[in-house]
């Protein structure tokens, strides 16, 4: 069965700073992983996703993710913290053998301080 | 602009009463799915509908629930009698198919019942 832990409910950092979201991933099969980004009041919004290809995965707003098999994960990274990148994240794995469910993270709420 | 558009975005139900939610596809496109958030818990998969069929539904899509496509436009979630647990967002997605592809979220409708 597939499913992603995200690892801290609530990230905060400084505007400017590193931003990284923890999601590792459990799938019995090669996964496809996907990022989400919900705003306040908003849908879920893809980020970016990986389909096995490039490892490296980048998306919009100069977010980015490395999937590792090794460590069966798939962080999130921004260079630079935003004030406009807070919100809410989910991190998702869909199902290889049906493409019909996605199993998503609880979410990391990202706090940016001016 | 949302790839699909939800109404109501907010409705406030007696427990036991009937509620429709409806989400218009932006484009035209087969599959679609429904997906529910609780308070402070996971995004959860409801329902998948494919070519006006449902074709896979989890553990919490019991006979209260059901999903249609009336006039080949709307597609739709009913809950018959609602339970105070039913309090939830309810997103409707739309999608390409096949575990690669990803999906395309509107701004949810929230559902509260008292």
């Known amino acids: 069965a597939q499913s992603v832990t995200q690892l801290g409910s609530h990230v905060s950092v400084s505007e400017g700073a590193l931003v990284l979201l923890r999601c590792n991933y459990s799938?019995?099969?090669?996964?496809?992983l996907f990022w989400y980004v919900q705003y306040p009041n908003q849908g879920l919004q893809l980020l970016l996703k990986?389909?096995?290809?490039?490892?490296l995965v980048k998306g919009i707003n100069g977010f980015e993710a490395e999937f590792k098999k090794s460590e069966t994960s798939f962080h999130l990274t921004k260079p630079s913290a935003h004030m406009s990148d807070a919100a809410e994240y989910f991190c998702?794995?869909?199902?290889?053998?049906?493409?019909?469910?996605?199993?998503f993270g609880t979410g990391t709420s990202l706090t940016v301080i001016p | 602009e949302p790839e699909v558009t939800q109404t109501p975005s907010h409705q406030v139900t007696q427990m036991g009463q009937e509620v429709i939610l409806r989400c218009v596809p932006i484009?035209?496109?087969?599959?679609f799915y429904w997906y529910r958030q609780i308070l402070g818990q996971k995004v959860e998969f409801l329902v998948s509908?494919?070519?006006?069929?449902?074709?896979?539904k989890s553990e919490i899509f019991d006979d209260q629930f059901s999903v249609e496509r009336p006039d080949g436009s709307n597609f739709t979630l009913k809950i018959r009698s609602t339970k105070l647990e039913d309090s939830a967002m309810y997103f409707c997605?739309?999608?390409?198919?096949?575990?690669?592809?990803?999906?395309?979220f509107g701004e949810g409708s929230r559902l509260t019942v008292l």
């Open positions: 998702a794995v869909s199902d290889p053998n049906t493409g019909n469910q996605f199993y």
């Open positions: 799938s019995s099969v090669p996964p496809y």
């Open positions: 990986y389909t096995s290809a490039a490892t």
């Open positions: 484009s035209n496109h087969l599959y």
């Open positions: 509908f494919y070519n006006n069929e449902i074709s896979e």
């Open positions: 997605a739309r999608g390409r198919g096949g575990a690669s592809g990803e999906l395309f």
